[in-house]
């Protein structure tokens, strides 16, 4: 039992690591690809940014946390390490073949996808998911698709001829986003490191202790940078100005903190990839093709994987 749940508590980490760095590049895409920043200096903004909004989220918006915390609820400590343990392993596999082919996945999808699987997996008499918490989870993160694509919209009326020096601006609307990242993804990982330290039986940890050790983990894959993610979000997806970028990071960054704001938790990706179609030019209908497929597979895959995982741990 001991070793499932010290498995638990690495693979929590593992995701929080991809999550770090195959998510978060999402931020930087437009300021990189618009030229306001370079790459290297973006990867070290996201990973502060992200590291201070984790952190900071823990004492300004637990109720995200919380939320993803009610999804499932588990009888026995054993089995729900197990479907942890498969539901992770799922999200980790599912992150890093998407970033192979630069194709940015939202983890909260696979979050959702993968404890479902588990939970599905170990039966009623041993999990138990919540339909309203699961419902209120799903809705908002499809409900960030057109939010995103209205607010970039907007805020491209709303600055474009108005906004002088729109690239020194978004280096400050990159780090914005990148703030919020931290903030929505943080408190969704910080919901899983809670739940593996009690399986034995009591908290062991404090709360910001574990928001903390997520900051870190989630700003060190940051640092290690999604080149292939930024190159696809920030240069192939559309044609964006310094002006176009700046309203697509001031979109996606006005329905995270909305959502955050709620306790609603938001998929980061959604947001900006669907702010930067709002805001920019030019969409490319093959790569946006490319980035619904890879979403639209995330449920079917994580949530499989998750099930065939913990029925071979269980079993």
């Known amino acids: 039992m001991t070793m499932t749940v010290h498995l ?47 952190a900071l989220a823990c004492l ?127 408190q969704k990982f910080l919901a899983l490191l809670l739940l593996t330290d009690g399986l034995d039986g009591e908290q062991s940890s404090s709360r910001l202790a574990l928001a903390l050790l997520t900051a870190g983990v989630m700003a060190l894959g940051t640092a290690l940078g999604g080149r292939p993610i930024v190159e696809k979000v920030g240069s192939e997806l559309a044609s964006l100005s310094p002006a176009d970028g700046l309203a697509a990071d001031l979109g996606a960054g006005a329905v995270l903190l909305v959502c955050s704001a709620l306790g609603l938790p938001a998929s980061t990706t959604h947001a900006k990839v669907s702010a930067v179609c709002g805001a920019g030019r030019g969409a490319d209908k093959r790569v946006m093709a490319q980035m619904a497929g890879a979403w639209v597979l995330t449920f079917p895959a994580c949530g499989g994987m998750a099930f065939l995982l913990t029925k071979i741990m269980i079993g």
């Open 8 to 54: 638990a508590r690495l693979l929590v980490l593992a995701v929080i690591f991809v999550n770090g760095w195959t998510d978060a590049p999402n931020a930087i895409a437009t300021a990189v690809g618009s030229g306001a920043l370079t790459f290297r200096r973006g990867v070290w903004l996201a990973a502060a940014c992200n590291f201070a909004g984790a």
């Open 60 to 186: 300004c918006f637990p109720a995200v946390a919380d939320t993803m915390g009610e999804l499932v609820s588990f009888s026995d400590p054993g089995s729900a390490a197990a479907a942890l343990n498969a539901a992770l392993l799922a999200i980790v596999l599912w992150a890093v073949s998407a970033w192979r082919f630069g194709l940015p996945t939202s983890e909260s999808h696979a979050l959702l996808a993968g404890l479902s699987g588990g939970a599905l997996a170990l039966g009623a008499g041993a999990a138990q998911l919540s339909a309203g918490a699961w419902l209120r989870a799903l809705a908002w993160l499809a409900l960030s698709l057109p939010a995103g694509v209205a607010a970039g919209r907007l805020f491209r009326r709303a600055i474009t001829g108005r906004v002088r020096r729109a690239a020194a601006w978004q280096r400050y609307a990159a780090a914005l986003t990148a703030l919020l990242h931290g903030v929505q993804d943080g």
